[in-house]
C-alpha cells in the first residue's frame, strides 16, 4: 500500500504563494499518475492539476497560469506551486497517485486564503 504525505498547507494572503509537497512512500511513483484535488466546504473534491509519468501536466481553467505542478521522481515527491492565490483557492488539497490498480490518497493539507 502506497503512503502519501502532504505538506506546506496553511494561512496566505490574498495574491500570496504556497508551495505544497507530497512524498511518497514504495515504488511506483516514477510509474504512476499524480494528481491534486481540493474540497472546499460544501462543495465536492475537484481535480486541481495532475502530471502524467511522462510529465505531461493538466489544470482545472480557474488554476491555469497562477498554479504549477512538477514531479521529483528521484525523490518520490510531487509539488505544487500556488501563486497569485486567491480566497476561492481555500480548500483542503490532496494528493492521489494513481497506477492500476493503485489508487492512494493523501490525508490532506488545509490551504486557507485570507487578509
Known amino acids: 500500500q502506497v503512503q502519501l504525505v502532504e505538506s506546506g498547507g496553511g494561512l496566505v494572503q490574498p495574491g500570496g504563494s504556497l508551495r505544497l509537497s507530497c512524498a511518497a512512500s514504495?515504488?511506483?511513483?516514477?510509474?504512476?499518475?499524480m494528481g491534486w484535488y481540493r474540497q472546499a466546504p460544501g462543495k465536492e473534491r475537484e481535480l486541481v492539476a495532475r502530471?502524467?509519468?511522462?510529465?505531461?501536466?493538466h489544470y482545472v481553467d480557474s488554476v491555469k497560469g497562477r498554479f504549477t505542478i512538477s514531479r521529483d521522481n528521484a525523490k518520490n515527491t510531487v509539488y505544487l506551486q500556488m501563486n497569485s492565490l486567491k480566497p476561492e483557492d481555500t480548500a483542503v488539497y490532496y494528493c492521489?497517485?494513481?497506477?492500476?490498480?493503485?489508487?492512494?490518497w493523501g490525508q490532506g493539507t488545509q490551504v486557507t486564503v485570507s487578509s
Open positions: 514504495g515504488s511506483i511513483f516514477s510509474g504512476a499518475r
Open positions: 492521489n497517485l494513481y497506477l492500476f490498480p493503485t489508487n492512494s
Open positions: 502530471i502524467t509519468s511522462g510529465g505531461d501536466t
